[in-house]
């Protein structure tokens, strides 16, 4: 089995919409991440956290939240979906080893079209 | 503000050569950088760690070299292979406590 899941895998919605994406891992990491990709934008912070009481905005965060249910969970939620955040979503975790360096497992992804 | 640059054009190279691949950075000073490769339509997946005071590291065909003076990483493969194809993302650290990715480069490797 996957060590990150990401659900759905794709979703068309409509404009208005709100939508919710999922995703759980089973590597025991504290840290967790989602990122949007877009063509020719690479990989953009929407929100991070370090554990479940903590949770940050990453550079793009209007229009989206999120809820960190579990340590093992995090939720991110578009309240009113919108054309232009049509992309491609992955999350990802992290754990700081020892000598505080930390290494990120990303997700298959989820392939969002708002209409 | 921080920035990252890699090559925004495709590399497009034949089946055993070298691969160079370039990641410049601006306006910060990362602890470590890493590097990872990303397939159509998934997931990055990590590929190497190199820190501040490593020069450089190996890891069988790939090579990663960091100069914090000219605050560039090279990202070399040897003996590229058709399997090799895929978009390679570069990822300073930044002291704020978050990986920063770069847009990526795509590699071709033609036969």
């Known amino acids: 089995d996957a060590d990150v899941t990401q659900t759905p895998r794709n979703r068309i919605t409509k404009t208005g919409k709100r939508i919710m994406l999922e995703c759980s891992q089973t590597k025991g990491h504290d840290r967790m991440y989602w990122y949007r990709q877009d063509p020719g934008l690479g990989l953009r912070l929407i929100y991070y956290?370090?554990?479940?009481?903590?949770?940050n905005k990453g550079e793009i965060s209007d229009g989206y939240s999120v809820s960190r249910q579990a340590q093992a969970k995090f939720s991110l939620s578009l309240e009113s979906a919108i054309p232009n955040q049509t992309a491609l979503y992955f999350c990802?975790?992290?754990?700081?080893?020892?000598?505080?360096?930390?290494?990120?497992?990303f997700g298959p992804g989820t392939r969002l079209l708002v209409l | 503000s921080q920035k990252i640059e890699q090559n925004s054009e495709a590399l497009n190279i034949q089946e055993g050569k070298t691969a160079t691949l370039t990641c410049n950075y601006t306006n910060y000073s990362p602890a470590y950088l890493q590097w990872y490769r990303q397939d159509p339509g998934r997931g990055p997946v990590f590929l190497l760690l190199i820190r501040e005071n490593e020069k450089e590291k190996r890891k069988e065909r790939l090579k990663v070299t960091f100069d914090t003076t000219l605050k560039q990483s090279l990202f070399h493969i040897t003996a590229s292979q058709p399997a090799d194809s895929a978009t390679y993302l570069c990822?300073?650290?930044?002291?704020?406590?978050?990986?920063?990715f770069g847009q990526g480069t795509e590699l071709s490797v033609k036969p």
């Open positions: 990802a975790t992290s754990a700081v080893t020892g000598g505080g360096q930390e290494t990120q497992y």
């Open positions: 956290s370090f554990d479940v009481k903590d949770i």
């Open positions: 990822a300073p650290y930044n002291q704020g406590g978050k990986l920063i």
